[in-house]
């Protein structure tokens, strides 16, 4: 009896150790390959690097892919079919650029990635990679990103030199438009203003030995402030959403996501909490969880220094879709939100609005690369007038999006009217290398005070590309941006018309609707085949008050089919509206600088992986030419 006992008693503890092996979230087994060596983040000193990572425990083959054009890019090498656990890469640019690091591995037929992000040393005379005794920079850390207009600048001496220059600028390497310092001895420089718009910003530590002088060059990211979030935040969680995990059994990791989007923001006693991210995985979520009126409520809120970030995983993989306009709108900030980012979604097919900021007490929020279209009525994205300037939608920022087919069509009960691509209200409205086409209905940017206790809206509209093929508004013109408030910025545009419209008014249309005029409006660097870049909606009475207007630099009456790649004047893929050789548009731009206007100067391009200027000069429009 007492034997049976003891082999009862062994055999439950083996099913009690199987039962725990199989349920832990902790298992050896479970591990995936991780780089080792170089350290991510670290900066790479030679042309050549051996790339290492530790072994997973189910994988049996693995790809490597390296480049310089962003997450996945190969443009540097793309080995695959590999078993070992290492891999030399040769042609590594030394010239302060970042390098990206996609490790591949496959477990049965799946294959899994991870990223990592590099920097590179570019060194200046006499220096090498094993330059010890040299200075090297120790604050801010290497590739960091600054985050104050104001930053010290701290380095290691090194044993010989007795005398340092530092040369900071965001207009490559070696620039000096923020600092030129030379000729001081201690190891340190506090340098102000430091852009905070999300510039690249380039150091260049110079230090003399004997008679000569030799540099490093090192480069950081500014974090931008005002309007633009903190993407490297550290404090927060990463969550996922995927169509086929469930709001029921998940717990929002990777292995276990949530269903729906609205569920990840917040259920039971979780929310979004600041510097947190909402990884929406491939798919459609259209759902509107019984409701017919919006797909996504967002009512979170981050904080300045920690935003909450909404993304798709893959650039328009996930899908939110009006179901043939029968959903009124698609994603809905709910009042008293800020510091909100959403990226990378396709919103289509909606009966009102795309995206919907109309509410009050709306603040700091980054709309970043989404593919917006079809919307029936109303417009692509609307923000909130509000009651007063307090409570008006404020410190919005538009980037980087696609915005197209916005507006009722005639079959759907027409006429075309107040269906506007951004129809925005408030003040402080950044909008910024976005692609506007075959938006019908009124203007693809169309810029409403309202109120008109608002008297310094701020609005700042720049390098976007427009095709402006709206129909005759109001018997008015067919401009891609009607302005209905003062204190706004319209700079580096490319604005198209209709052929044949050419003379029907001007590229930018002024609009008062009758209550005072508009003052303080700056008009610059526009291209357009419009033969006037501005022109008062009608000529009944004067919208512009005296003085209220600058107008300068502009080029008018160009040929639309010498500015794009296609010549065909494209509306529906929006690589045909990338610069072609010879453009107009080419290095004839400028950079914005707004004077209390977060947003600044403006770095990037519409794809986000060329820096603006590529040369010495930027250009107009939505891309920069390569």
Known sequence: MKLKLTRLIF???????????????????????AITSPAPSSELATATITFTWNTGTQEDLYRFHVGTKGLGSTDIIKQNGLSKTSLTVTGIPLNGNTVYVRLWWRIGSNWNNADYVYHTQKYGNQVTSNSSHIPEMKSPALGSTLTESTVVFQWNSGRQEDLYRLHVGVRGLGSTDII?????????????????????????????????????????????????????SAGGS????????????????????WKTINYGMGHRNFSLSPGDTLIVKNGNYSDPNGSPTKTINIGVRGTA??????????????????????????VNFQPNTA?????????????ASGISLNQANISNIYIYGNNIHHIAGSSGIATYKGTSKADATQHVTIDSNIIHNIGKSLESGGPYSFDHALYLRGHHQTVINNIFYNNKSGWSIHLSGHNRDLNDFYHYIANNTIIADNHDYRGGKFGGILVRASSVWIENNIIIVPTGKENSGGAINIYSEGVGCEDNLFINNNLTNANNVFAEHDKTRKHVCNSGVSIS?????????????????????????????????????????????????????????????????????????R
């Open 553 to 625: 630099n502009n080029k008018v009456g160009q040929d639309a089919k010498k500015i794009f790649v296609s010549k065909n004047m494209p509306s529906a893929l929006d690589t045909g509206y990338k610069l072609q050789i010879g453009s107009p548009a080419i290095d004839e731009g400028k950079a914005p600088v707004v004077p209390g206007l977060p947003g600044g100067k403006l770095i990037y391009d519409y794809r986000k992986t060329t820096a603006r200027p590529k040369d010495s000069r930027y250009n107009i429009g939505a891309y920069e030419a």
């Open 238 to 257: 990463t969550y996922y959403v995927d169509d086929d995990g469930s709001d029921i059994t998940g717990d929002g990791t990777n292995k276990n996501p």
């Open 339 to 351: 510091y909100v980012r959403l990226e990378n979604f396709e919103i289509k097919n909606y009966k």
């Open 11 to 33: 055999v439950a503890g083996i099913y009690l150790l199987a039962f725990w092996l199989s349920s832990t979230d902790n298992l050896v087994w479970a591990a995936d390959p």
């Open 180 to 232: 030129k310092q030379n000729g001081f001895a201690k190891p340190s420089l506090t340098v102000t203003g430091i852009p905070t718009n999300g510039d690249t910003v380039y150091v260049r530590l110079w230090w003399r030995i004997g008679s000569n002088w030799n540099y490093t060059d090192y480069v950081y990211q500014a974090h931008v402030g005002g309007n633009q979030p903190n993407t490297t």
């Open 305 to 330: 220094k920690d935003w909450i970030t909404i993304k798709s995983e893959n650039k328009w993989g996930a899908v939110l879709d009006g179901k043939n306009h029968k959903i009124i709108k698609g």
